[in-house]
């Protein structure tokens, strides 16, 4: 076993991975090139490497914590993941754990007794949408 297909697999044995992630891991700790190629072909053959569930595993987390689904798809996105798989992941997961932005922003909002400008600069951190912002909290319409 490489050195380099051997520290990936140490990686991935902590938590899922995007392949970008991971590349970018190895590439840190200076392994060849071809090397790393090699490691991450035989990683996804053995299916120790999938971008497709390290989306689905860190969508889960994120939309647990009550993110919104617009900021767990950027982040995705900047894991690696390609669009359309980050936002087709976000839909499954979103839809598996029932995850609306509306009720994850409103219960945010009731644990944190949070209200007003506070609440809407909040929200807008989570990434949560204008919209729904000025919905929930309408005071915030007039300042």
Same mark, same amino acid.
């Given at each position: 076993?490489?050195?380099?297909?051997?520290? &990936?697999?140490?990686?991935? /044995?902590?938590?899922?991975? %995007?392949?970008? #992630?991971? $590349? +970018? *891991?190895?590439? =840190? !700790?200076?392994?060849?090139?071809?090397?790393?190629?090699?490691?991450?072909?035989?990683?996804?053959?053995?299916?120790?490497?999938?971008?497709?569930? &390290?989306?689905?595993?860190? /969508?889960?987390?994120?939309? %647990?914590?009550? #993110?919104? $689904? +617009? *900021?767990?798809? =950027? !982040?995705?996105?900047?894991?690696?993941?390609?669009?359309?798989?980050?936002?087709?992941?976000?839909?499954?997961?979103?839809?598996?754990?029932?995850?609306?932005?509306?009720?994850? /922003?409103?219960?945010?909002? %009731?644990?944190?007794?949070?209200?007003?400008?506070?609440?809407?600069?909040?929200?807008?951190?989570?990434?949560?949408?204008?919209?729904?912002?000025?919905?929930?909290?309408?005071?915030?319409?007039?300042?």
């Amino acid at each position: 076993m490489t050195p380099a297909l051997e520290h &990936a697999k140490k990686l991935l /044995a902590a938590r899922e991975r %995007t392949e970008a #992630q991971l $590349r +970018a *891991a190895l590439e =840190r !700790k200076r392994y060849d090139a071809d090397e790393i190629d090699r490691a991450i072909e035989r990683l996804k053959a053995l299916r120790f490497l999938d971008d497709r569930r &390290a989306a689905e595993a860190h /969508a889960r987390v994120a939309l %647990t914590a009550k #993110q919104s $689904r +617009a *900021a767990v798809t =950027r !982040k995705l996105a900047s894991m690696g993941v390609a669009e359309a798989e980050a936002e087709a992941a976000v839909e499954r997961v979103g839809d598996e754990v029932g995850h609306r932005d509306e009720s994850a /922003a409103r219960a945010l909002l %009731t644990k944190r007794r949070l209200s007003g400008v506070k609440a809407a600069r909040f929200l807008a951190g989570r990434g949560f949408d204008e919209e729904l912002i000025l919905k929930l909290i309408p005071e915030v319409a007039g300042d």
